[in-house]
T-cell receptor, first 109, second 112 residues
Framework: GEDVEQSLFLSVREGDSSVINCTYTDSSSTYLYWYKQEPGAGLQLLTYIFSNMDMKQDQRLTVLLNKKDKHLSLRIADTQTGDSAIYFCAETRLYDMRFGAGTRLTVKP | DVKVTQSSRYLVKRTGEKVFLECVQDMDHENMFWYRQDPGLGLRLIYF???????EKGDIPEGYSVSREKKERFSLILESASTNQTSMYLC???????????FGAGSRLTVL
């Protein structure tokens, strides 16, 4: 397909792991990104992965990349209520960046 | 702290009004972008600019125009606002190679 696809909603309990999945479209994308949007704010870069990597870990965040299936995932360990936000995956194109629809993560106490 | 500033956080306009959304970045970035964000649709690119006085259409340019007279400023113009342009508008910038985008806080426009 032509769209970057993500599921729209995810709900987890505090302390559990969250996994947000994304399917992207352009196999030539150099970088793939995860952005976080908190209520009333713009998007902030959370993490990114270079396309020649399979995995990247950054504290509680783990990004997995499966280039063959064009599948990207973001795992948040020990999810906290402050992690509640909308998470967007994005791929670079020649002149711009293409975003998924965003996954709204709700963390229940 | 470097940033992208959108001067209007909330606007309410009437159908047919002309609307200006202003965006300024202080990072000397070449590229600037306007997206609109709607629930379930994510971010859709309206216009982008890779240099002063240059502009390129994105995925949904209809009903919009842009202006980039100075490197740091990228304006989005709705010549005649319509109710289907009620949305959150996000401005972003990036350096020469399309890299990390830095976003403004957004401008929420309501057209009545």
């Amino acid at each position: 397909g032509e769209d970057v696809e993500q599921s729209l909603f995810l709900s987890v309990r505090e302390g559990d792991s969250s996994v947000i999945n994304c399917t992207y479209t352009d196999s030539s994308s150099t970088y793939l990104y995860w952005y976080k949007q908190e209520p009333g704010a713009g998007l902030q870069l959370l993490t990114y992965i270079f396309s020649n990597m399979d995995m990247k870990q950054d504290q509680r965040l783990t990004v997995l990349l499966n280039k063959k299936d064009k599948h990207l995932s973001l795992r948040i360990a020990d999810t906290q209520t402050g992690d509640s936000a909308i998470y967007f995956c994005a791929e670079t194109r020649l002149y711009d960046m293409r975003f998924g629809a965003g996954t709204r993560l709700t963390v229940k106490p | 702290d470097v940033k992208v500033t959108q001067s209007s956080r909330y606007l309410v306009k009437r159908t047919g009004e002309k609307v200006f959304l202003e965006c300024v970045q202080d990072m000397d970035h070449e590229n600037m972008f306007w997206y609109r964000q709607d629930p379930g649709l994510g971010l859709r690119l309206i216009y982008f600019s890779y240099d002063v006085k240059m502009k390129e259409k994105g995925d949904i340019p209809e009903g919009y125009s842009v202006s980039r007279e100075k490197k740091e400023r990228f304006s989005l113009i709705l010549e005649s606002a319509s109710t289907n342009q009620t949305s959150m508008y996000l401005c972003a910038s990036s350096p020469g190679q399309i890299d990390v985008l830095t976003f403004g806080a957004g401008s929420r426009l309501t057209v009545l």
